[in-house]
T-cell receptor, first 116, second 109 residues
Framework: GAGVSQTPSNKVTEKGKYVELRCDPI?????LYWYRQSLGQGPEFLIY????????DSGLPNDRFFAVRPEGSVSTLKIQRTERGDSAVYLC??????????????FGPGTRLTVL | AQRVTQPEKLLSVFKGAPVELKCNYS??????LFWYVQYSRQRLQLLLR??SRESIKGFTADLNKGETSFHLKKPFAQEEDSAMYYC???????????FGTGTRLTIIP
């Protein structure tokens, strides 16, 4: 079946604008994760959903970042008043269950966000 | 807070030579350790995790709690091993993966 998909693959925006990044997880996966990867760094955790609810949003850097998963499938990461420092690759991953239950996180191809 | 350190940003190895990618972690409890790999123009994918104790594509990694290390090893490098490798950590009750900064491995023909 299809893996995790993310749209758009690339997004260029101007400082101060609002952006939405979409993630379609693998069908049936209850867990969904967002990570951010800046140049030369490893992925950095942002938020984790179990079903429709955000189980851990401790990685969101500030209140300009928000994510939703209203029906427990597709998720949208929303960034308000974008700043140049938000430029990064945003990765989404999904899993059939928890890591400690030996479930694997499957990653999408990422959305490259560039804030001019 | 947990932390993962990969001291080598770049590593070049001749084909057929042994490979060792270093990973050290800091976490006071019992961690779950992973190696992820990203081949050119492909997405990030799990290579192996310590709990499964498997050898994947000839790679193995042993968790050394005394040295807080989880180094990735392969006895004979192949050209197709060229990729970006990330070490990552998680622990019970915390679903997020904490990644290192990665090591770019280049196999010289």
């Amino acid at each position: 079946g299809a893996g995790v998909s993310q749209t758009p693959s690339n997004k260029v925006t101007e400082k101060g604008k609002y952006v939405e990044l979409r993630c379609d997880p693998i069908s049936g996966h209850t867990a969904l994760y967002w990570y951010r990867q800046s140049l030369g760094q490893g992925p950095e955790f942002l938020i984790y959903f179990q079903g429709t609810g955000a189980a851990d949003d401790s990685g969101l850097p500030n209140d300009r970042f928000f994510a939703v998963r209203p029906e427990g499938s597709v998720s949208t990461l929303k960034i308000q008043r974008t700043e140049r420092g938000d430029s990064a690759v945003y990765l989404c991953a999904s899993s059939a269950g928890t890591l400690v239950s030996y479930n694997e996180q499957f990653f999408g191809p990422g959305t490259r966000l560039t804030v001019l | 807070a947990q932390r993962v350190t990969q001291p080598e940003k770049l590593l070049s190895v001749f084909k057929g030579a042994p490979v060792e990618l270093k990973c050290n972690y800091s976490y006071s409890g019992s961690p779950e350790l992973f190696w992820y790999v990203q081949y050119s123009r492909q997405r990030l994918q799990l290579l192996l995790r310590h709990i499964s104790r498997e050898s994947i594509k000839g790679f193995t990694a042993d968790l050394n709690k005394g040295e807080t290390s989880f180094h990735l090893k392969k006895p004979f490098a192949q050209e197709e091993d060229s990729a970006m490798y990330y070490c990552a950590l998680a622990y019970f009750g915390n679903e997020k993966l904490t990644f290192g900064t990665g090591t770019r491995l280049t196999i010289i023909p």
